[in-house]
């Protein structure tokens, strides 16, 4: 027996060693091995592994004679903060990471262990794409990893770390999951790379400027989250982690609060201009609204006219959609609608409140929107709201006009709560373009017309845009100070926390592609 134990320690020493030569290559590119950055994400010590001993059984084009410990993958499940998570971390020191029939049943299982225990998954990508000598096996291992994506969409939060390239079908497994994280210059995701797009469109272009994360961060919107080094991104993804709930079936973590939940926000008054053609940072209100001025924002540089981000009020964690004034004067257009649809999808699969700030002037007009499909994507954020049973609170801080303001989780389509500033202005379209349709003759009949627009515009905003109009007809349940947002929000939420709403039975909807 002794001797079988030494055995054994010497079987898993050199499993937990991997080829000394590429560690140093991984360490040579700037880049962690497999290990090195489980031991990062997960508290110390509690890593369990699976199935570190498994080796492929792979023969033909050499594989036979190079059999390695883990076969290039390392699987487990540790703590986060105390809370169980499960991972697998490709280790691109063996095969490069690809994936191969061993390799790929070592994920399978980690993701049913995952799903059957209620508990996040992480991966961290640094793979080649499918094991080449082992043809089509390679190819139906991915299948059965965007299978239990799949399954576990909704279920259990999903979080995929870019640390290296991800090309061809390895590029859908991480789109599959809830979030994407990636590292400048080190990591990549593509379809087909460089060389096959000039082989076949005659472009050139580097892997960062094909697949890069700034790219996938500011242009496809692939990515939700990029940083400039591994550390940086694996300690967001724990802070992320502390955010969001182990499975569907549980709330989201809350924490004591030392930012008292009755604290008015005087900034406030004077950070929002009156003049609605005025942009200012949305960014600072929510700094102010939250728990320490504290939050973690979503597709950061990507669709920017609408901001998505996590937050705490009162301890509680929410969820928070807002327009952006700064940019394109807060308008939606086709990514900011999908953008904010995904997330307000993703708050509701996790029971997570949702808070909405709307300063809204309409939706992006354009032919490129509308050939584009502007139609279809705002639907997309329509569909979301309409069919989230989660806590919802409404607040118009200054203009919402036309669709967009229905689509911003107004009462009409289910919010529970809607709240106003006394600046808001809620209205079909902006006073000086419904004059100009509703008075048109008028207005071309008058010998001084500039005058006469003036005026009946401001016998419209007189009308149909003073703040009370939609408090009058109960489309706002109060008009409040903006000072005093924050504690009416913690008080909401509060009273919502035991909410619950049913769906129609059915298999599931058809929302808008």
């Not at 709403?501 to 129609?504: D, F, G, T, W």
């Given at each position: 027996m002794h001797e079988r134990i030494a055995e054994l320690g010497r079987i898993r020493q050199e499993a937990l060693d991997g080829p000394p030569a590429g560690t140093a290559a991984q360490h040579a590119k700037g880049k962690l091995t497999a290990r090195e950055r489980i031991d990062?994400?997960?508290d110390p010590g509690s890593f369990q592994e699976v199935e570190q001993l498994r080796?492929?059984?792979a023969t033909g084009f050499g594989l036979e004679a190079k059999k390695p410990y883990t076969d290039g993958v390392v699987t487990g499940w540790g703590t986060v903060e105390g809370r169980t998570v499960f991972v697998y971390a490709h280790d691109f020191r063996v095969f490069g990471g690809a994936l191969g029939e061993a390799h790929a049943t070592k994920i399978h299982k980690i993701m049913d262990m995952a799903i059957a225990a209620g508990a996040p998954l992480v991966s961290l990508n640094d793979g080649a794409g499918a094991r080449i000598q082992e043809g089509v096996s390679a190819l139906a291992g991915y299948g059965g990893i965007f299978q239990r994506n799949t399954r576990a969409s909704g279920v259990i939060p999903q979080i995929s770390v870019m640390l290296g390239p991800c090309a061809g079908g390895a590029a859908y497994s991480p789109a599959l999951t809830d979030f994407v994280f990636m590292v400048r210059e080190t990591s990549q995701m593509f379809i087909t790379g460089p060389d096959v797009v000039k082989a076949v469109t005659g472009e050139e272009i580097t892997q960062n400027g094909l697949g890069g994360a700034d790219v996938h961060a500011e242009t496809s919107?692939?990515?939700?989250?990029a940083y400039d080094d591994e550390e940086t991104c694996i300690a967001e993804v724990r802070y992320l982690l502390s955010l969001l709930p182990q499975n569907n079936r549980e709330a989201p973590p809350a924490v004591p609060s030392s930012d008292p939940a009755e604290r008015r926000c005087e900034r406030l008054r004077d950070l929002v201009p009156l003049d609605g053609s005025r942009p200012y940072d949305m960014g600072e209100v929510i700094a102010e609204l939250v728990d320490d001025g504290e939050h973690m924002e979503v597709h950061e540089r990507w669709?920017?006219?609408?901001?998505t981000t996590f937050a705490r009020l009162g301890g509680q964690v929410v969820g928070i959609v807002a327009s952006q004034p700064r940019s394109l004067a807060g308008v939606l257009d086709i990514h900011s609608a999908e953008k904010a649809a995904r997330f307000v999808q993703l708050c509701d699969a996790f029971s997570v409140p949702l808070v909405t700030l709307v300063d809204v002037p309409g939706f992006l007009p354009g032919v490129d929107q509308e050939h584009g499909g502007i139609i279809r994507h705002g639907a997309k954020l329509l569909y979301a709201y309409c069919n989230a049973t989660v806590p919802r609170i409404q607040v118009i801080l200054r203009k919402a006009y036309g669709g967009a303001y229905i689509v911003m989780d107004s009462r009409s389509i289910g919010a529970d709560l809607s709240l106003a500033w006394p600046a808001n202005e809620i209205a079909v379209m902006g006073a000086e373009g419904a004059a100009g349709v509703v008075f048109r003759r008028?207005?071309?009949?008058?010998?001084?017309?500039?005058a006469m627009r003036e005026q009946l515009v401001k016998e419209y905003k007189a009308e149909l845009m003073h703040p009370y109009y939609a408090a009058e007809r109960g489309l706002v349940d109060d008009v409040i100070d903006p000072a005093d947002t924050r504690p009416a929000l913690i008080a909401a939420l509060s009273m919502l926390r035991a909410k619950h709403?049913?769906?129609?039975a059915r298999k599931?909807?058809?929302p808008p592609m």
């Open positions: 990062l994400l997960l080796r492929h059984r919107g692939v990515c939700h989250f669709a920017t006219s609408v901001i008028r207005i071309q009949a008058a010998d001084d017309p500039e709403a049913e769906l129609p599931h909807g058809n």
